[in-house]
């Protein structure tokens, strides 16, 4: 499985990789607010996560997929349920790639590595608390003006992104921006 980097779309891959013509024809979906027969969720606290090494601070559980979601599919195997995803929002560790080990059994999640070169803490009074209020979520299918095929398409993509959706999980290999 790859989960890809925030900022470029693939954090082994330059930032001309954000958009262009590779991304044609792909398969995604938009991450929206609302209910259906899966328990996709985002925020909560059902999973045990790690301290953030850099600001103290328990790791925010962003997303948990249902991965009983056929469209999910590629995400796991029959052994694996739900697939959490969880990062730090009050510190620089997000600008960074992070490493995570999932302990399916026992519902948690250990830090493997978490990198800043910049040291950037968000102030006391500023800091998002945990956990996030869990809200349901679900997937529909992206339309054309997600896929960032060209420059244009990259920057309407963007400004919908945050306003029609919070996240895109892309298929097959799984994409994923937290905005
Ligand atoms: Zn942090």
């Given amino acids: ?13 330059s930032v001309s990789y954000t ?3 590779h991304w044609k024809g792909i398969i995604g979906y938009r991450v929206i607010e609302g209910n259906d027969i899966y328990g996709h969720k985002f925020g909560g606290e059902s ?18 997929f249902d991965l009983k979601d056929t469209r999910l599919k ?4 029959r052994t694996i349920c739900e697939l959490p995803l969880i990062c730090c929002l009050n510190c620089s560790v997000s600008w960074e790639p992070q490493a995570f080990k ?3 059994q026992n519902r948690s999640v250990d830090t493997i590595s978490q990198n800043y070169s910049q040291k950037w803490v968000r102030e006391e009074a500023d800091k998002i608390r945990y956990p996030l209020p869990e ?15 060209d420059e244009a398409s990259y920057y309407k993509a963007l400004s919908s992104f945050g306003k029609e959706y919070i996240c895109s999980l892309v298929d097959p290999l799984v994409k994923t921006i937290i905005h």
């Fill in 102 to 104: 999932i302990n399916f």
């Fill in 135 to 149: 809200i349901n979520v679900k997937l529909i299918k992206m339309v054309d003006d997600d896929i960032p095929i």
């Fill in 47 to 64: 999973w045990d996560v790690p301290t953030c090494l850099l600001c103290n601070e328990p790791i925010h559980q962003i997303f948990s």
């Fill in 1 to 13: 499985m790859v989960i890809y980097g925030p900022h470029t779309g693939d954090v082994s891959k």
């Fill in 74 to 77: 590629e995400l796991g195997d």
């Fill in 19 to 21: 958009y262009g013509p």
